[in-house]
């Protein structure tokens, strides 16, 4: 059982790319989460999907946008990379409502030069 | 104000010892809380969750809440140097807010 899979595990942009992150689940959940993590720093949310068809901004989402594919797979794109947008990006599912905790995959640590 | 504090910490303690994390949440109706463990480098895994009041044991890992307190706390005992990690204290997502703490960084030292 796979969980939350996320790709590419790692990526060095230039300032300016673009690129999209990759984040699928097999756990059936309905919620599904994008996570930044700066050193030294906790987990602060940049969008969320409660349910297939709905995306919502968290504290940080300037810069991205998301895509809610379909249940399983949630992207997040970076359309003009920023040095300040270099962070490990997490993937996290769980089921909205139920007091259910979130599952996290393993992370995609991008740089930006 | 953040929805979950914790102690900054670092917090180091020797092989063997009881190790104590803490933590406060801000949301009354919180219903469950729930301890993560992220090693250096990994994404963070979940360790204990927690719904009512009063302790709830998993091995060595305690979690102790006290709603009316608003306060949640994670012992582990007989602390070995593989329980080094920083530990989170979250609650369940919700408004669009993260719902995590800094987390505590524990050194558990041979």
């Known amino acids: 059982n796979a969980g939350v899979t996320q790709t590419p595990k790692f990526q060095v942009l230039k300032t300016g790319q673009s690129m999209t992150l990759q984040c699928a689940q097999d756990?059936?959940?309905?919620?599904m989460y994008w996570y930044r993590q700066d050193p030294g720093m906790g987990l602060r949310l940049i969008y969320y999907?409660?349910?297939?068809?709905?995306?919502d901004k968290g504290e940080v989402p300037n810069g991205y946008n998301v895509s809610r594919l379909n249940k399983r797979e949630f992207s997040l794109r970076l359309e003009s990379a920023a040095p300040s947008q270099t962070s490990v990006y997490f993937c996290?599912?769980?089921?909205?409502?139920?007091?259910?905790?979130?599952?996290f995959g393993d992370g995609t640590r991008l740089s930006i030069l | 104000q953040k929805e979950v504090e914790q102690n900054s910490g670092p917090l180091s303690v020797p092989e063997g010892a009881i190790a104590s994390l803490n933590c406060t949440y801000s949301?009354?109706?919180?219903?469950?809380f729930f301890w993560y463990r992220q090693y250096s480098g990994k994404s963070p895994e979940l360790i204990m969750s927690?719904?009512?009041?009063g302790d709830k044991e998993d091995g060595r890992f305690t979690a102790q809440l006290n709603k009316a307190s608003q306060y949640v706390s994670l012992l582990i005992r007989d602390s070995q140097p593989s329980d080094s990690a920083t530990y989170l204290c979250?609650?369940?997502?919700?408004?669009?807010?993260?719902?995590f703490g800094d987390g505590t960084t524990l050194t558990v030292k041979p």
């Open positions: 756990m059936n959940h309905n919620s």
């Open positions: 999907s409660a349910s297939e068809g709905t995306t």
């Open positions: 949301d009354r109706g919180s219903q469950s």
């Open positions: 979250a609650v369940p997502p919700y408004a669009g807010k993260s719902t």
């Open positions: 927690i719904y009512s009041n």
């Open positions: 996290a599912s769980s089921e909205w409502g139920t007091n259910q905790p979130q599952h």
